[in-house]
């Protein structure tokens, strides 16, 4: 790409960066109540979201062959158990993403 490609580029991805930050608070004032869809949408799609994000990350294991699963397996496992534990969204994810790395890595 040319530097001027490169810079429309960049002002084009901030741009609908800060549209994506900036117009929810456009359109839902704080002096009107928020509509009780877009507050079932806030509690329903993060869990619908982490859902989808699991069968597509297991999507590909094969229990037939290779290691069987078990690095996924054992990952998963963590990552419920830190979560049932400390309740910390962030420590579980990093937690179980630095489980599997060391699995897949070292001992599978």
Same mark, same amino acid.
């Given at each position: ?47 619908? +979201?982490? %859902?989808?994000? *699991?069968? &597509?990350? @297991?999507?590909?294991?094969? !229990? ?28 579980? +994810?990093? %937690?179980?993403? *630095?489980? &599997?790395? @060391?699995?897949?890595?070292? !001992?599978?």
């Amino acid at each position: 790409m040319t530097l001027t490609q490169e810079i429309i580029t960049i002002a084009l991805c901030a741009l609908a960066t800060m549209c994506t930050r900036f117009l929810p608070f456009l359109i839902f004032r704080s002096d009107k109540p928020t509509p009780k869809y877009i507050r079932y949408l806030g509690k329903a799609l993060p869990a619908a +979201i982490f %859902g989808m994000l *699991v069968v &597509y990350c @297991l999507k590909n294991v094969n !229990v037939l062959s290779g290691s069987h699963g078990f690095p996924e397996g054992l990952a998963i496992l963590l990552v419920v158990m830190l979560h049932l534990w400390k309740r910390n969204m962030l420590l579980s +994810i990093g %937690g179980g993403t *630095v489980c &599997y790395m @060391l699995l897949v890595q070292l !001992v599978f």
